[in-house]
């Protein structure tokens, strides 16, 4: 785990914090470009009922119109939760270079808990990843989003914030 991984997961967090406050499922991603963050974004299926609403997606659709490319080689996706199979196909597609997740995800991520469809050997792209940073605040924001839905903690006052340490 380097200093810039950690900074922009951070970023990828503060999203998350946002998805949280929407009453959305608390995940965010960043997306970075030569050290620059070309597209910030978490989720939005609730809101929007459109089930392709992930913070994945929505970071490679904002990076893709800045860049006017569907290709994002050069590209680092940060996201606080290991993607699904949808996300790991689009971050295949798009050709981002790299990605770094924060929590692994043991029910639906591909990219080691359940799978790693990265490593596939007839994909014509290689995605290098890296898990598990800022893994503990990464889980920390979903299981307290569960708690609330599950109803085992009271509902948070409109408007607060949980506080990410």
Not at 77 to 82: D, G, H, N, S
Not at 108 to 115: P, T
Not at 146 to 160: H, N, Q, S, T, W
């Amino acid at each position: 785990m380097n200093e810039l991984d950690v900074y922009f997961m951070e970023l990828a967090l503060q999203e998350a914090q946002k998805a949280f406050a929407e009453d959305e499922v608390p995940v965010g991603a960043c997306m970075v470009l030569r050290g620059e963050v070309i597209a910030l974004s978490h989720n939005r299926r609730e809101k929007l009922q459109n089930p392709l609403l992930h913070a994945e997606i929505e970071a490679i659709e904002k990076a893709s119109l800045f860049l006017r490319s569907w290709r994002l080689p050069e590209c680092t996706l940060y996201v606080t939760l290991e993607p699904c199979l949808m996300c790991a196909g689009a971050i295949i597609q798009a050709r981002v270079k790299r990605l770094v997740f924060g929590a692994y995800d043991p029910k639906g991520g591909v990219a080691g808990s359940l799978l790693n469809v990265f490593t596939l050997p007839f994909w014509n792209h290689r995605v290098e990843v890296s898990g598990g940073i800022l893994q503990e605040r990464c889980s920390q924001i979903l299981r307290e989003y569960f708690k609330i839905k599950r109803g085992e903690v009271a509902e948070l006052d409109e408007g607060a914030r949980l506080e990410i340490e």
